[in-house]
């Protein structure tokens, strides 16, 4: 019953994995290596080396560590802690209106934890992760996202399931989203209501651009938008019959691009294509924030100046017909199989015989790191999912696209999949 009690054999296990563990820090300085790899070995060998007492310590301290989190998101602890030196409990306490007992106790969590630091006694600092989140108003909305907003709607599930049964969440109207916030079924999307809320919306805007630069496609070279003959299919050696006609045609349109940090850094990555050939889609309520950040931006923001700006409704007609290229990034993770079928008929009504969908999203592998499937959880709490490469061709299959090419990302990457119409 009782496991690791054999500790000459836990040691035997043990050795291996930290050579592992020591071959994936050597990797680092040949440049060779990552970080995820590091910290996968590391967990490994913690998970071997676990016993029932460790376990239930995991998940006693990581419960608590995320309650207090949530407190000090919420309250705005971590701006209040000075980036450099510490920060008596009393202090700290008068900053954010609370009683020093109080701030104490949940801060020796987090000290506890690893998250935050003490020089000595009754005082508290940064660590490096810490830091990340005081630092970063952006990481701070993705990290409110997940533990603040996502938390107790992911907590509820054992009751959503239970009042609608076991099986896959598929209306949109009907989710544990809409569960946790007493919404009746079968009037609104998770959208409809995040939209109605400026301040979560604000939250998920921000987080989009900042999960932008974890989720990269790496690999993929866009160049092909401005050859003048070459489509992408020609260039993955399909022999399509592109007729190189490109002048005064949309070259790109993104579909539900948010704030539109996906053509940015397509536009950053392929200095030839000119902003104006592109267009940026989305609702009413995230198009008009888009238009009033790009109004105010400098810097690269500024880049999408010439983008033209569109709201639309993607489960209805694409008013864009005939782009060489369409891009749908992220969007179709937060539909079931049926909605998503819908999505792409509608871009592919509108594509021309030799437009390209480029579809970035992850494609789950048996051996995806649990990040991916930590997002297929948090898909399934708006009726959505992450999808395999086989799950991809058959929803191609059934909007009439045909999957050309896969540009595969690495680790939690969004891979870049290829659909050009079916004859
Ligand atoms: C998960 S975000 C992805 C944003 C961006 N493409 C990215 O990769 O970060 C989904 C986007 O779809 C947009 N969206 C939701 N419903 C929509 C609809 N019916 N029509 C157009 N856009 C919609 C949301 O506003 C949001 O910007």
Not at 174 to 181: C, G, K, L, S, Y
Request: proline share 5%; glycine share 8%; charged share 25%.
């Amino acid at each position: 019953m009782i496991q690791n009690n054999d500790m000459e054999q836990l040691s035997k296990d043990l050795a291996p994995l930290c050579d592992n563990l020591t071959n994936a820090v050597s990797a680092l300085s040949s440049n060779h290596g990552s970080r995820a790899s590091v910290i996968s070995a590391a967990q490994a060998i913690i998970h071997a080396a676990q016993g029932p007492q460790d376990l239930y310590v995991h998940f006693v301290v990581n419960k608590c560590e995320i309650i207090v989190m949530r407190l000090f998101l919420k309250w705005e602890v971590f701006q209040e802690i000075p980036p450099q030196g510490s920060i008596s409990f009393t202090d700290l306490a008068a900053k954010i209106d609370a009683e020093v007992g109080l701030v104490a106790r949940l801060s020796r969590m987090l000290i506890a934890s690893g998250m935050l630091s003490s020089p000595g006694p009754d005082r508290v600092a940064h660590t490096h992760r810490s830091r990340m989140i005081a630092e970063d108003p952006l990481f701070r909305s993705t990290a409110k996202l997940i533990l603040y907003e996502d938390f107790p709607q992911a907590a509820g599930t054992p009751e959503y399931f239970a009042s609608r049964g076991r099986r896959e969440p598929t209306d949109r109207t009907d989710t544990a989203f809409h569960f946790r916030r007493g919404e009746q079924p079968g009037r609104r999307s998770a959208f409809d209501l995040i939209n109605e809320d400026p301040a979560l919306l604000k939250i998920i805007m921000e987080a989009m651009v900042r999960t932008q630069d974890f989720l990269a496609s790496p690999g993929y070279d866009f160049s092909w938008l401005v050859s003048p003959t070459s489509t992408s299919s020609e260039k993955a050696g399909d022999g399509d019959d592109g007729d190189g006609g490109d002048e005064g045609r949309t070259l790109l349109v993104d579909v539900g691009g948010g704030a539109g940090h996906t053509i940015r850094e397509i536009l950053q990555r392929t200095p030839e294509l000119a902003a104006e050939r592109c267009v940026l889609q989305d609702t009413r309520e995230v198009i008009e924030r888009a238009k009033r950040q790009v109004a105010e931006a400098e810097g690269p923001a500024a880049l999408l100046r010439g983008v033209r700006m569109m709201e639309v409704d993607f489960h209805a007609e694409q008013p864009v017909k005939g782009a060489k290229a369409y891009l749908i990034r992220r969007c179709l993770h937060n539909y079931s199989d049926g909605e998503s079928v819908g999505i792409l008929r509608q871009i592919r009504e509108a594509m021309a015989s030799d437009s390209t969908l480029l579809v970035m999203e992850m494609v789950l592998l048996p051996e995806s790191p649990p990040f991916c499937y930590a997002m297929d959880m948090a898909m399934m709490g708006i009726a959505g999912k992450e999808r395999t490469l086989e799950d991809w061709r058959a929803i191609a299959a059934e909007a009439g696209l045909r999957i050309n090419r896969v540009v595969p990302a690495p680790g939690i990457g969004v891979s870049v999949i290829e659909c050009v119409k079916e004859a």
